[in-house]
Each structure stands twice: as structure tokens, then as C-alpha cells.
């Protein structure tokens, strides 16, 4: 009975604090408009069946839900394919053990069809030849006739290597071309008459893990050409074509240094159309090829009117016509027709400018265009056969100049088509304005939320973007405001008392772009760091990362692209450090980690061939700590420190992608062991930090399950902690009082599992259908977590055991995006009338406390960075004792609290108190094993819970033998609970 009174206690409903959004109106959004036979398929959005399967004759009588294949949220049915008379199409399985399934509908029924005996197939890139479906499943090529026996693969698993979807090119004569990898890191042109035997390969496409390049089935055949495009890993993304033959394929052209990134294959007369880019100006130009690297040439454009130059235009919307002919919309909206290289394109006689803007559409209809945009009666749906006099506007409405989503599609003799400005109800036309009428879904309107989204904290506060604008909240409706400083809200990091962010000014129009910019918080305190790329170009900032009085980060600029840059904080202070793939192409670096007082990261002109680096924030500081794999792939991924030493994943030539440790030398960098050397690929996920250990989900290429390990960081501490038995995937580790882990089973059941780093202390804390997101709140082990139990989902959280771990929330609950405010935990929640708001509950009856350290320390260049600690459980009576380590015998550690900010940045001028800003607590010195210890007792005070400290620690001296300094160590913040 006191269990159950204890539990009715924990349980709390979770309180609005703020309706952002309270008038969006969010319609069935109806995607994909697909015909087979008289049937137009399209998935929509209604209550209460969700994102599922509509069909429609183009009645509103005759628009109906095909089939609603979730009973409890959507299907989202997707990858509509007609084939003959079946409708193929990919949705989210009702098989919990299943992702996503294929689905087709022969006209009297939807089937589900299974995929062998594979584990999770994930089938996509569906394409169509008329007769039979093409896909992908579990990497490799598969086709089917819409029977469960005529699905079958193709590939098999012998001789390609099935870690990426295969996709369809198009057809030539009877055969599919595809592509497909083979081998590890390489990707081969393939074709295929559709058995394993007749499979052969046409070309390797150059080194690489790239398998972007095109659209599945974006191609043409002229000729007895098959022409599209295709990545290769030397010439980039570029157009290709082939015969059937090896020695017939090969790159049409190689049009730009980098990629032009060529799209929408038709064909004009014996000709070869497509849109390609060239750098550094990119917008899309309209090419014309005779299937040769000469005859291969950009259509020379002169607008009717206006102020757009000749050349360099971006194209929208092409069609192929009848007799061979192409038309194509220029950004400003004239449509152009050509028919072969040489002819001259005729524009249609549409009112001269910007007037339809870049968000015009257009589709064939018999012989006429229909297009959306202006035309000369206006705004709307328009229909013409290229002369002014038979230009007629079908549908007023407002068509929108910038940022509208529009659906345009013609089938079956029809239009088919929706916008915000329709209410995003489908609507279809037989090209007449009788015939032009919506095709409303019943109750597809609902009240919409404003999907609140945390950016960053800042000041005890935090900064959430909504659709609706952006706020700052202490967690609260009276804590809670409009965001009005002048700059877009993008995530940030604080140094020094002020926001660091990448962000442009919310004018009209920016001035600069997105660059980097500095704020205290107010409307006026706003500073530009730098204009990286000068004028409105953006440099676009990202990959933020402070040590100490520094912030590390990624910035594009012209001559050097993507390079490593620095900020103190200050315009002077903000500057490139290191051009390390000198020219425009840039080395990208990212996954940066702080690590022995500067930041370790990778870097590379070749994504998929990057290197070890270091910096200390200087130019000379800045070096490559190992070539792992010369010219070779190495991936790094996974780049996990402890200050001291870092663990991560890479590549290398004879051990696949392995474990490596490094202590920032080339001597010091080296892997942790072949663990299973056949095949030579392990598989790591989620490295974390944990009591001194790094810890990882592990499993060899040739296993299902996924183990949990740990490293010291030696190959001797390299160690399995313990086998959880059964196909199982670890993710979501998450350092706490214990280290906490999601292991999900083959059925698709979730289990949540504490580990003390030992197998005797792994143990299983609940069982449940699906668990998502653990965020951990505070000290102890304590975490919480969106869990589904087979009926509801609901909030949940845990303190590390099967006891504590229960249900918070009485009602259903769709948490998302969890964050701890102060004493309040916030999240994105749906709400049956308002939609997805920002919404809290309070932590404190669930038992929560902190005593966490965040932040980054400082200390000069060359020395390193002491960090604080805490020990013991922050709640009144209690003893709490800050361990500081790091320093040197004799060195001076004294210790400072602050009750509304972290110290930071503070400069120097006991027990603990409410003193603010700041209380002095003593200055012990550090004995010999390089740590120092601070303790007292919280008073007995129940008012003291809910309060927050801040303590930092500074550091005076360095040790006998080294000069006079002052460190200071990261922050630690501690929240008194109950």
C-alpha cells in the first residue's frame, strides 16, 4: 500500500507554459498523387487515423481512406509507385519487429509483402519499368510482380557488401542499370536482367562511401544511350551514359572541377537535355549534349525582360513533350521550349520579370501546360499552349512568392495538385473551370502546435525556438517571453558571460548571411563578430566548441571553403587558425572534442579520407597528431576524450573500422585490438565516458547482437563488460550515478538496462515496447525517458533501479526534446487541443538532485586544465564535499560559490551560504596525489530545496619548478533536492 500511495505521489500531469502557436491550422497536407488505372492514390493527413492511404476518381464523393495500416498513430505510406495495375509503396510496418514494409494494392486489397527471413530489410528506392517493381532491401537488389512469390533478390550476399540501399538508374533494352556497392568503400554500375546470373558489372566508380548522385530512375535512353547522373569518387557528381557494354560506360562530360550536379534527363529530338550547376555561382543552367564531351553545351538564355542576366538562369519544372521537344521554366518564370542542340528555344508569351518567382510549378496536360503562378489574368492555376490568347487561368488563389510548399502533379487526364493557400486540401481539374474543383477530407483540420525546440541555456535560462517565434524561459508562464533581440534564434555556446551563436540579422533582408555573431542577451547587445564571407554570402558557423577563453569552430570563405577558425569572443580575437587543405576546396573540420587544453578533432578535403588533427587555438599550434591511413579512407568517427587520452572508430587498411586510442602524438595513436579478425569490420556504437572507462556497444560483422565493452584505453583494459544475449542493438548510453543503456531486442522490444561497469552489476530495470530519448536529469542515476508499454506512451524516469523506475505522467504522453531547467523539467508535448506546446513539470517530488560539473576550465597555454568534482548527495543535512584535481603539489586551490550564476570567468578578489554573487569557501593546498578537497554540510533547512549553488575552483601556482599561474576549473552545478 505505500508503494502504490508513493507511486500516486511520483505521477504529475504536465502543465503548459506557453501556447505558442494558437491559431495554426495545419490541413491532410496531401503528398504524392500517384494514377493507376482510373484510381489517383495520395497519402493525407486525418483525425484520427493520422498520415495514411487515400484514393481518389476525382470526386469528392469518390476520395476515400484506402487503408489505414496503424490503428494507433500514422503509417505514413510513402514512395508511391504505379506498376501496370498495382500500386507499390513503402510504410511504417504494423510488425513491431519491422521498421518499414513494402505494400501494394492490386484494386481489392492492400498486402503487406514479407521479405525473406531478413532481420529488418528497410526496403526503398522503388522503381517501376511498367511490368515489374525494383527495389532495395537490407543493401541489396530485389525485384517483384506484386505476388509474396514473384518477390525475390537479386543480389546476394556473396559478392556485394550490403552496408548501403542499391539504386535503380533506369532501364536499357530489357536490362536495369543500378547502382550498388560490391565491395567495402567501393560502388559499382551494374545490370541486370533481373536473375543473380545475368548480373554483371558495367564500372567501378572510383574510391569513395558516397552513394548520392541522383534520383532513383532520373534518366533518359536517346538512342540506344542510357544517360543520367551518378557520383564517381574521383570526378564528383556528374553526367554519365553507357550502351550496355563496359567499354560504352562511362562520364558524359566532367562539367565542373568539383560536381555539377546534373538533373531532370530528357530528351530533345536526338539530343540529350538535363540541368547542371557550375561552382561558384550555382543556380541551375539548361544543357543540351549529342552524347559527346564536345558537343556537350550550355543553352544560351536571353530573358524577355527584366533585370536577370543572359547567362547562368535556374531552371525549374522540365518536361518532355511530344515529338521530342523539352520544356523548361526559368527562375523568373518564362517557359522555354527547345527540340534538339542547335534549335532555338521559343519562350511562351508569359508577362516578362519575376512575376511567377522560383516557386512556380508545371505539369503536361494532352497538349497544353498547366502551371502554378502568374500569368496574365493573375494568380493561381493557369492553362496554355504557348500563345497569349489561349493562356486561361483555371483557380484563382494566392500562389505566394517565397517559402510555399506546392503539389503539382497531371495523371490519368487530370491535374492534381495543393497549397497553404488551399488550405492544403487536394484539389484536381480536367483543365476546365467547371471541372476544377477541392476534394475535402473530413475533419483533416487540426489545431496545430508551434514544435517548441531548445537551442541553448544561457544565464539560467533558456532559449526555444517555436514555429511561432522564438522565446526565453525559466521554465514557467510568468518566466516565460517573446525573444525580440534582433537576430534569428540558432544554438549557441556561452563564453565569458556572453552567447556565442551563428546567426543573421531577422531584417528583411541580412546584410551579411549567417556568420558569427556575440550577445548578452538584451535587444541592444548585439555584436558581429566577423563577416567571414563578405557581403550576404554566409560563412555558416557550426561545429561551436569552447576551451577555456576560446571557442573553436568550422567557417566557410572564399579561397579557402570550410577551414578551422577561432574566437576570443571579440572581432580581433575572431580568425582563421589553419588553411589546412589549402585552396577553395576546404578540409570541413569536424567532431571537435576539448582535449589537453585545446580541441581534437578530424579533418579533410575527402570526407571519407580524413585525418587526425590538434590545436591549441594558434597557427603553430595546430598540427595533423596521425596519418592513419595515407590516401585511404579512415571515417573517424565516434571521438570520445577524458582530457587525458581519447578513444574513437576509424578505418584502416587491414583491420576494417577498429578501436583506436590516442594520447594527441603520433607514437600515442594506435588501435585497441583486432577483437574479431574475420571478417575485418567491427562495429561500435556510441562510445561514452563512464567512472574512468570508456564504454561502447560492440558486435562482430558476422553476429546479430550487440555486447556491452569498455576500454581503459590499453589493449589489455580492453574487455567485454557483458553478453546480453539474443539479436540486440545498444544505443542511448548515458553517464550518470551508473551508466544507463537502451538494449533493443530482434521483436523490437526496448529494455532499459544500469551497469556499474561490472557483468555481476548490469541489471535490468524494465521491459517495454519502446523507449526513446534518455536525458539525464541529475545526479544518482537518475534519467528520464518517452517509454510505449503496448497501450500508451507516457513519461518516464528513472533513479537506476527496477523500483525507481516507473511511469511520471497519469495520461498518454508524447515527450520530446527533454531538457532540465532549474527544478523543472521542459519538453515538446502534444496537446489533444492546442498541438505540440512547450510544456513542464516539476522534478522535485520525483527525488531529483545535482551536483554535476559542466563547462570547460582554463589554464595558460602548455599547462593543464583542473577540473571540479563533487562528492556526495546535494539535499539539506547532508555533507557535500568539491574535489578539485588536476594540480601540482603545493599549488593553491581556493574555492568560490555563487548562488545565481556560474562563476565562469570571475576574476579573484568559509561555508556555504546564500551570499551573492559570490562566498569565498577556503584555500586548501593540493597534497600529493594532485587533488584538493573541500567539505561542509548543507543546513537542515527544507526551504533550502529547489535552491541552485554554483562552485568553481582557482588555482594558484604550478607546482615546484614552474612559474607563477592561475587556472581555473569547469563549473559544478549543485541543485539541492529533497
Keep these: 500500500m505505500l508503494t502504490i500511495a508513493l507511486f500516486a505521489i511520483l505521477q504529475q500531469s504536465p502543465v503548459l507554459v506557453v501556447d505558442a502557436e494558437e491559431t495554426l491550422i495545419r490541413g491532410p497536407r496531401p503528398r504524392e498523387f500517384t494514377t493507376v488505372g482510373s484510381r489517383t492514390y495520395f497519402s493525407a493527413e486525418s483525425i484520427p487515423e493520422g498520415r495514411e492511404l487515400w484514393v481518389s476518381d476525382g470526386t469528392p464523393e469518390g476520395t476515400v481512406l484506402r487503408a489505414d495500416l496503424d490503428l494507433i498513430g500514422s503509417s505514413s505510406p510513402r514512395e508511391l509507385t504505379a506498376c501496370g495495375a498495382l500500386l507499390f509503396f513503402i510504410a511504417d510496418s504494423p510488425q513491431p519487429s519491422l521498421s518499414w514494409s513494402l505494400f501494394v494494392d492490386d484494386g481489392t486489397s492492400v498486402r503487406e509483402l514479407t521479405l525473406g527471413t531478413l532481420e529488418d530489410p528497410q526496403p526503398t528506392n522503388l522503381y517501376s519499368d511498367g511490368n515489374q517493381l525494383w527495389f532495395s532491401a537490407a543493401g541489396h537488389l530485389w525485384r517483384s510482380d506484386g505476388t509474396q512469390g ?33 565491395a567495402p568503400k567501393t560502388r559499382g554500375l551494374f545490370a541486370t536482367d533481373g536473375t543473380t546470373a545475368g548480373t554483371r558489372k558495367l564500372s567501378d566508380l572510383g574510391l569513395g562511401l558516397n552513394d548520392y548522385g541522383f534520383e532513383t530512375g532520373d534518366s533518359v535512353v536517346v538512342d ?30 566532367d562539367l565542373d572541377p568539383l560536381s555539377s550536379n546534373p538533373s531532370d534527363f530528357a530528351r530533345a529530338g536526338n539530343s540529350v537535355f538535363f540541368l547542371a550547376t557550375f561552382q561558384p555561382i550555382f543556380p541551375e543552367v539548361a544543357m543540351l549534349s549529342d552524347g559527346t564531351p564536345g558537343g556537350t553545351s550550355q543553352i544560351a538564355l536571353h530573358s524577355t525582360g527584366g533585370p536577370f542576366p543572359p547567362l547562368n538562369i535556374a531552371t525549374r519544372d522540365v518536361l518532355g513533350r511530344a515529338n521530342g521537344s523539352v520544356a523548361f521554366m526559368t527562375w523568373w518564370g518564362e517557359i522555354w521550349i527547345t527540340k534538339g542542340l542547335g534549335a532555338e528555344p521559343l519562350p511562351f508569351s508569359l508577362p516578362p520579370g519575376p512575376a511567377q518567382s522560383g516557386h512556380s510549378r508545371m505539369v503536361e496536360l494532352g497538349t497544353d501546360i498547366a502551371y502554378l503562378g502568374f500569368g496574365p489574368s493573375g494568380s493561381g492555376l493557369h492553362l496554355t499552349d504557348g500563345s497569349a490568347g489561349k493562356t486561361r487561368r483555371l483557380l484563382e488563389f494566392d500562389v505566394g512568392i517565397t517559402g510555399q510548399e506546392i503539389e503539382l502533379y497531371a495523371s490519368n487526364g487530370r491535374i492534381w495538385f495543393t497549397g497553404q493557400h488551399l488550405d492544403w486540401q487536394p484539389w484536381t481539374s480536367d483543365g476546365t473551370v467547371a471541372g476544377t474543383h477541392a476534394l475535402p477530407i473530413p475533419s483533416s483540420t487540426v489545431t496545430g502546435g508551434s514544435s517548441p525546440t531548445r537551442m541553448f541555456s544561457f544565464r539560467d535560462r533558456s532559449y526555444v525556438t517555436t514555429t511561432a517565434g522564438d522565446f526565453v524561459t525559466d521554465g514557467t508562464k510568468q518566466g516565460t517571453e517573446r525573444l525580440r533581440w534582433p537576430l534569428e534564434l540558432r544554438p549557441g555556446v556561452e563564453l565569458n558571460g556572453r552567447m556565442i551563436l551563428p546567426t543573421q540579422e531577422t531584417a528583411p533582408v541580412s546584410s551579411t548571411g549567417v556568420e558569427l555573431w556575440s550577445t548578452d542577451g538584451t535587444d541592444s547587445g548585439v555584436e558581429l563578430l566577423a563577416d567571414i564571407s563578405p557581403g550576404q554570402s554566409p560563412s555558416h558557423p557550426h561545429n561551436l566548441t569552447v576551451v577555456g577563453d576560446l571557442v573553436f569552430f568550422t567557417a566557410d570563405r572564399p579561397g579557402t571553403g570550410y577551414e ?20 577553395a576546396v576546404g578540409s570541413e573540420p569536424g567532431n571537435f572534442v576539448p582535449f589537453r587544453g585545446g ?22 599550434g595546430t598540427r595533423m597528431v596521425v596519418d592513419l591511413n595515407g590516401t585511404d579512407a579512415t571515417d573517424l568517427k565516434n571521438i570520445t576524450s577524458d582530457g587525458t587520452i581519447a578513444v574513437f572508430t576509424a578505418f584502416v587498411p587491414s583491420g576494417g573500422r577498429e578501436l583506436h586510442v590516442t594520447d594527441g602524438t603520433s607514437a600515442g595513436t594506435f588501435p585497441l585490438g583486432d577483437f574479431f579478425p574475420a571478417p575485418p569490420f567491427d562495429f561500435v556504437q556510441d562510445i561514452e565516458l563512464f567512472d574512468g572507462a570508456f564504454y561502447f556497444g560492440k558486435r562482430d560483422a558476422n553476429l546479430p547482437e550487440y555486447e556491452l565493452w569498455r576500454t581503459d584505453g590499453t589493449a589489455a583494459g580492453t574487455e567485454l563488460v557483458t553478453e546480453l544475449g539474443g539479436a540486440s542493438f545498444i544505443q542511448d548510453l548515458v553517464p550518470t550515478g551508473s551508466l544507463l543503456f537502451a538494449h533493443t531486442l530482434a521483436s523490437g522490444a526496448s529494455e532499459l538496462w544500469a551497469t556499474d561497469g561490472t557483468a555481476a552489476g548490469t541489471e535490468l530495470l524494465v521491459h517495454l515496447d519502446e523507449i526513446w530519448e534518455l536525458t539525464p536529469i541529475g545526479s544518482g ?10 497501450v500508451e506512451y507516457r513519461l518516464w524516469s528513472s533513479n537506476g533501479t527496477p523500483g525507481g523506475t516507473q511511469p511520471i505522467t497519469p495520461n498518454p504522453s508524447t515527450a520530446s526534446g527533454m531538457w532540465r531547467e532549474g527544478t523543472r523539467l521542459l519538453f515538446a508535448d502534444d496537446d489533444p487541443l492546442l498541438g505540440e506546446e512547450l510544456h513542464a513539470i516539476d522534478l522535485l517530488p520525483i527525488g531529483v538532485w545535482a551536483l554535476e560539473p559542466f563547462g570547460s576550465g582554463w589554464a595558460p597555454a602548455g599547462l593543464p586544465v583542473p577540473s571540479l568534482s563533487g562528492v556526495g548527495r546535494a539535499a539539506p543535512g547532508e555533507t557535500v564535499t568539491l574535489v578539485a584535481e588536476g594540480g601540482a603539489h603545493g599549488d593553491i586551490a581556493r574555492f568560490a560559490m555563487s548562488m545565481d550564476v556560474a562563476l565562469g570567468s570571475l576574476p579573484l578578489p568559509g561555508s556555504f551560504g546564500l551570499a551573492s554573487p559570490i562566498t569565498w569557501l577556503g584555500g586548501p593546498r593540493f597534497v600529493d596525489d594532485g587533488t584538493s578537497r573541500f567539505s561542509d ?15 568553481q575552483a582557482f588555482v594558484a601556482g604550478t607546482g615546484p619548478g614552474a612559474p607563477d599561474a592561475l587556472s581555473r576549473t569547469n563549473p559544478l552545478e549543485i541543485l539541492v533536492g529533497p
Design 224 to 253: 540506344g544511350v542510357l544517360y543520367f547522373p551518378l557520383f564517381d569518387g574521383a570526378l564528383g557528381n556528374e553526367p554519365w551514359r553507357t550502351d550496355g557494354t563496359p567499354a560504352g560506360t562511362h562520364i558524359l562530360a
Design 150 to 182: 514473384g518477390t525475390t533478390q537479386i543480389t546476394d550476399g556473396g559478392g556485394f557488401f550490403s552496408t548501403r540501399p542499391a539504386r535503380p538508374v533506369g532501364m536499357l533494352d530489357d536490362e536495369l542499370v543500378f547502382v550498388i556497392r560490391y
Design 564 to 583: 578551422l577558425w577561432v574566437t576570443d569572443g571579440t572581432p580581433a580575437g575572431t580568425q582563421l587558425i589553419a588553411d589546412i587543405e589549402p585552396g
Design 937 to 951: 554540510t548543507l543546513p537542515a533547512d527544507p526551504a533550502l530545496v529547489g535552491q541552485r549553488f554554483f562552485a
Design 781 to 790: 542515476s537518475d534519467v528520464v525517458f518517452r517509454g510505449f508499454d503496448g
Design 599 to 620: 580541441v581534437l578533432f578530424d579533418a579533410g578535403a575527402d570526407y571519407t579520407a580524413r585525418e587526425l588533427y590538434w590545436s591549441d587555438g594558434t597557427p603553430t
